[in-house]
């Protein structure tokens, strides 16, 4: 077998998703752990509060609380090498989130388990249903007083409607938490509240062990007996295939903070998890082990370090395999290029890679040429990978600067946020740059577009929201827009491509233009831009 291709197998690329607070950060940090990336958790978060990440980048994340932008992470674990996708948890970031989905071949959901499905929780899972790759379920914080186990398992399927089938079942929560039972191994790992920063001792005992009343105590290994018996008599058996399309989610439970039951979710999510799988391209799918190289670029994100001003484009490769300095085809631009100062987050630290493959996630430096869905190959491939959709946005303000000789900072902040898909820039026909319409999919984007161009390119702006909630394209032929007939609360405005828009307050109205406009048609925005 050829070396990349054991390379390509052994890779494992998947994205963390969760409501804020459940406990994402700690999960990853874990994990890193446990793959020896780390050797002392809290080493992820950042050394002026403990709050923070080494994902989140940017000053306002941090301000919040919040994971804005999403990051890599590798680390090795065994015989796998691991990719782990970090994404925003706020639910206003979750184009950015889908973004990073297009990039994983797997989806881990963290979940807290005194709260079960929270609202960002629904909005993201919807979001990775797009996707039809699988999603495993960590409920966390065992540690603390949790639900009901059935009620948790029963939610998510209710609410999130995706079947579930737990892989190990909590020993009760909170003080009397004792462990997990895994149900396919039929023995216990006892929970020790000594856990912390290092690796948990585990011990291990059988359901008929005759020391496991003494353990867990007649009640609730009296419950656990039941519980077994329910879970093992529903018959809801474990079926790969389901789990692959993303209709059966692997439970399992522990506590991230303790270190409780991380390391067998690892191992067994290793196991059940997909190395890269093809992808599809407008030519057709490619399969990950063809050698020569392809990539597409997931996401953009400028300033992410502030002394070097620099520019990253993430992309996820696809086959093959990438060398430092290759010649590639930007196949959009359809010009040769060097991928230049190509990177990966090792841990805490960016380096630069000499080799990455497919499943891997490589930074290059973007001098601003590449665009999210961009893709990459070996130059006689030549394969344009399908287009990564576009939200569409739901709240849109006008939004000016206010010192007038700030002009060109603000174009150039606007553009190259709108570049990274941050916002969706309009203009009102003939009017320029002066003032723009933003459209966002969350109005979190607002302040963070406000924050970063003051603190990014030194332009304050005056933002006024506008009461328009949805738009369409004008897919028909116009001569002279001013002659749409619209109501005094639908407004015509361009693209970035001078391609014309209606937004709309409500329904009613694209109701009323298309009646109004004889020939008229709109197009529903979105999805599909290029
Ligand atoms: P994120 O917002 O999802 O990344 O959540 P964090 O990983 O930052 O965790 C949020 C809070 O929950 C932090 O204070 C963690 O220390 C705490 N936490 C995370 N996991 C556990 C756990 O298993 N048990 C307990 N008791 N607390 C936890």
């Not at 009017?431 to 161009?453: A, C, K, N, P």
Request: one cysteine or more.
């Amino acid at each position: 077998m050829p070396d990349y291709s054991q390379q390509i197998r052994r890779r494992r690329t998947f994205a963390i998703i969760s409501h804020p607070d459940a406990g994402k950060t700690t999960l990853t940090e874990k994990l890193l752990l446990y793959g020896g990336a780390i050797t002392q958790a809290g080493t992820v978060k950042g050394k002026k509060s403990s709050r923070h990440a080494v994902s989140d980048w940017m000053e306002i994340e941090k301000q919040r609380g919040i994971s804005v932008t999403s990051s890599v992470l590798q680390f090795e674990y065994g015989d796998c090498c691991i990719n782990i996708l970090d994404t925003p948890g706020h639910q206003d970031f979750s184009e950015d989130t889908y973004r990073t989905l297009m990039a994983a071949d797997s989806a881990v959901m963290v979940i807290d388990a005194a709260k079960g499905v929270e609202p960002q929780t629904r909005k993201l899972f919807k979001v990775c249903l797009l996707r039809d790759i699988p999603i495993f379920t960590f409920i966390n914080k065992m540690d603390r007083e949790a639900r009901d186990p059935f009620e948790l398992c029963e939610e998510i399927e209710e609410e999130l409607g995706i079947g579930t089938c737990p892989i190990n079942w909590p020993i009760g929560s909170g003080k009397s938490f004792k462990g997990v039972y895994d149900r396919k191994k039929r023995d216990i790992l006892a929970f020790s509240a000594t856990g912390g920063a290092k690796r948990v001792q585990a011990t291990e005992a059988g359901l008929d062990d005759p020391h496991l009343v003494d353990m867990l105590g007649q009640e609730l290994y009296q419950t656990l007996c039941d519980d077994v018996e329910l879970l093992d008599g529903a018959g809801d058996d474990f079926d790969m295939e389901l789990v692959r399309h993303g209709k059966l989610s692997p439970v399992f439970f522990g506590s991230a903070l303790t270190n409780f039951g991380v390391e067998p979710f690892l191992e067994q999510f290793l196991q059940m998890t997909t190395p890269p799988l093809p992808r599809t391209t407008v030519e057709g799918d490619i399969d990950p082990f063809d050698p020569e190289f392809s990539a597409f670029v997931f996401k953009i994100q400028a300033n992410m370090n502030r002394a070097h001003r620099d520019r990253l484009a993430f992309m996820r490769i696809c086959s093959g395999k990438f060398s430092k300095g290759m010649e590639v085809l930007h196949v959009q631009q359809g010009k040769k290029i060097k991928l230049a100062q190509p990177q990966q987050m090792m841990a805490q630290e960016r380096a630069i890679v000499d080799e990455a493959y497919a499943g891997d996630i490589i930074g290059v430096f973007d001098p601003g040429i590449f665009s999210i869905g961009d893709t990459v190959c070996a130059p006689s491939k030549k394969v344009r990978f399908s287009s990564i959709p576009t939200f569409a946005p739901e709240h849109f303000a006008r939004v000016r600067q206010v010192d007038t000789l700030k002009r060109k900072q603000f174009v150039k902040g606007m553009d190259q946020i709108a570049q990274e898909g941050a916002i969706q820039i309009f203009h009102e026909p003939y009017s320029g740059m002066e003032e723009v319409i933003v459209g966002v999919v969350g109005t979190l984007q607002f302040d963070v577009l406000e924050y970063r161009l003051k603190n990014e390119y030194g332009v304050d702006i005056r933002m006024e929201r506008l009461p328009y909630q949805s738009l369409r394209w004008i897919e028909s032929e116009i001569e002279r827009p001013d002659d749409l007939h619209l109501s005094t609360d639908t407004k015509l405005v361009q693209d970035y491509r001078d391609r014309y828009l209606l937004l709309f307050t409500s329904e009613w109205n694209v109701r009323w233009s298309l009646e109004h406009n004889k020939g008229l048609e709109l197009a529903e925005f979105g999805m599909n831009e290029s």
